[in-house]
């Protein structure tokens, strides 16, 4: 599979480690309320509590809130990273920078808090194009120590005093990435299609989810789209992974889950987040995909590469 | 005997083997249209989803389909009836075929037409064999006005049972040069212009970059040649990505004097073009009407 790079960074990325909302709404309220000065657009991805105690502080009819995703794409960092920039690209389509403000949420953690390095991570890398200053709260003590690791490592910029000052810790994602397993999705049951296939097969995998399409909710254009990523997938395991590959279809009638799995050892999974140049001949069937599901998450371990895509009604 | 099928006529018993399921309704679909326009009622033997891929074709074909179908010109035989068919005594099915002909005739028809999907042939429990079945049509073709397009495709007939009936037929439809790999079909109407149809992937994408490349040169070559690329994509029902982004490259090395233009592009694939810079690439265009000379 192909790695995208980072196009020339534009993304501020900066941290603050707080002593609870309101220490982190006290010390990031000035740097939002000086981006509206300038004529930003500020957005909020923080909890309620945090996102009342800055309302309180700014102008609060010009403040917005980032959607708040599903709890199956929630649980995946890099499907989190690839919408964040989807809905930032929008925003800032209307020429004004954004300046956001995100908080780490303990609820997220999962066993190890690994979740966090690979959003930060995937979260450099897709935003990297774009004109969006991102400040992130993170508590100075967490649950995890992985939690604070991450956090520090992912952030090139640290809030000290009222300035973002350079952080000597700060690594690029594929370091950050190059030797941590990304959590596999949970588990499911028995699938309800398997198949092995071959470059030559790709059609049995198009039809094999053509059929749970047209036995699910998914209107016709969602269906199409869904298959359309599942064969970007599908070819990225035969053509970079494995020469064979196996596709595992779970068909519920609102949701339609697929796995393509590979022998092939992949470099960094933070793949298909970043838009590809125009002039890139190849590299651009992950970011499509990405595009077209309402999860995509990549993962690898000693067996191989594996890919779960989800589209929901 | 070779023939063309635009040329058949009735008393015409013709054989053809497709490469693939496009080949077999793309024959279909042009054997049906043909007697369409001859005014001739058409008989069509469903099987297997045979009919709805010979309609589909005649849609992407700009063929008419709705009103022949209204006014029983174009008669689906159902697949139940199309197997009973097979079971009825060989006599009894000669004269009930006989006398569908007449009766066309008699609704004022200029003939017949029969094709289809007739594989219940060699099933068990039939009343008799397939060479007995096809000198059984050949009789009625001696005394009625029809014209019968026989099709044995690889995926219901053994390589002995077509070989068999190749010999067996007089006539033969003539070949298109094509490439079929059975997946994707490629047939070239003149040097610059070809209509694909199926599906487009991985596996039979460097096929697309030759053609490009092969129309391009001829293109270039030849003082009278069309400056326009054209492929008619009525009939592709999908491409990937990577399918999409060669065709707007492909547009962007062409020499400034040359173009591209994909003609009757689905709105599936439409799609996916869009997403991979279609739309900002001048020398790539965008047809609704057929090549000229399309299948």
């Known amino acids: ?313 | 005997m070779i023939k063309l099928a635009g040329d058949l006529s009735s008393g015409d018993h013709v054989c053809a083997i497709p490469d693939s399921d496009e080949h077999l309704s793309e024959l279909s679909a042009r054997f049906v249209a043909g007697g369409l326009r001859r005014d001739e009622k058409i008989f069509f033997y469903d099987d297997a989803g045979a009919a709805d891929a010979m309609l589909r074709r005649m849609y992407e074909d700009g063929a008419p389909v709705e009103e022949p179908l209204r006014t029983g010109q174009l008669e689906i035989i159902p697949e139940e009836y199309t197997r009973a068919a097979f079971r009825t005594p060989i006599g009894a099915l000669a004269e009930s075929v006989a006398g569908t002909v007449w009766d066309a005739v008699d609704h004022g028809y200029a003939g017949a037409r029969l094709t289809g999907q007739m594989h219940s042939s060699v099933e068990p429990g039939t009343s008799a064999t397939l060479p007995e079945f096809d000198g059984a049509l050949d009789s009625v073709l001696g005394r009625s006005p029809l014209t019968a397009l026989c099709t044995y495709d690889h995926g219901h007939y053994t390589d002995e049972q077509i070989e068999i009936m190749r010999a067996l037929h007089r006539d033969h439809l003539a070949l298109t040069g094509a490439y079929d790999d059975g997946l994707m079909r490629i047939v070239r109407i003149d040097a610059t212009s070809a209509r694909l149809a199926g599906e487009i992937d991985h596996s039979n994408r460097p096929k697309i970059a030759s053609l490009l490349q092969s129309s391009l040169d001829s293109a270039l070559r030849s003082a009278d040649a069309s400056t326009d690329i054209e492929l008619d994509m009525a009939s592709v029902r999908f491409i990937d990505v990577a399918t999409a982004v060669s065709f707007v490259h492909a547009a962007e090395m062409f020499p400034a004097s040359h173009s591209l233009v994909l003609n009757r592009v689905r709105p599936r694939v439409q799609r996916i073009l869009d997403r991979c810079g279609a739309p900002f690439a001048p020398q790539l265009r965008f047809s609704d009407r057929a090549p000229s000379g399309t299948l």
């Open chain 1, 1 to 313: 599979m192909r790695v995208n790079e980072a196009p020339a960074p534009r993304f501020t990325h900066g941290l603050v480690a707080h002593d609870g909302p309101a220490d982190f709404a006290g010390r990031v309220a000035p740097l939002a309320a000086a981006a509206l000065d300038r004529g930003e657009q500020v957005t909020l991805a923080v909890s309620p509590a945090t996102e009342e105690l800055l309302r309180a502080r700014l102008d609060d009819g010009q403040v917005t809130s980032l959607t708040a995703l599903a709890p199956a794409a929630r649980a995946s960092g890099q499907t989190v990273a690839a919408w964040r920039a989807r809905e930032l690209r929008a925003l800032c389509s209307a020429g004004r920078d954004v300046f956001v403000v995100a908080e780490h949420d303990a609820a997220l953690d999962g066993p190890d808090g690994s979740y966090w390095t690979e959003l930060e991570a995937a979260l450099n890398i897709s935003l990297g194009g774009l004109p969006v200053t991102q400040i992130c709260g993170y508590p100075q003590i967490p649950l995890h120590h992985v939690v604070g690791d991450a956090a520090l490592i992912n952030h090139p910029l640290l809030l000290h005093g009222g300035d973002l000052m350079h952080n000597p810790e700060h690594r690029s994602p594929a370091q950050v990435m190059a030797n941590l397993p990304v959590a596999p999705p949970e588990l499911l049951g028995p699938p309800d299609v398997f198949l092995r296939y071959n470059t030559f097969e790709l059609s049995r995998v198009r039809d094999a989810v053509e059929d749970a399409v047209r036995g699910s909710e998914l209107e016709r254009t969602r269906g199409e789209d869904l298959v359309l990523a599942v064969n970007e997938i599908a070819t990225n395991a035969v053509e970079h992974g494995s020469s064979q590959a196996e596709l595992f279809l779970w068909a519920g009638a609102d949701e339609l889950v697929c796995e393509l799995h590979d022998e092939g050892r992949l470099e960094q999974p933070l793949i298909g987040l970043a838009p590809p140049h125009p002039s890139q001949a190849r590299g651009r069937g992950t970011w499509i995909a990405r595009q077209l599901c309402d999860a995509l998450h990549v993962w690898r371990d000693s067996g191989g590469t594996h890919v779960r895509l989800l589209a929901r009604a």
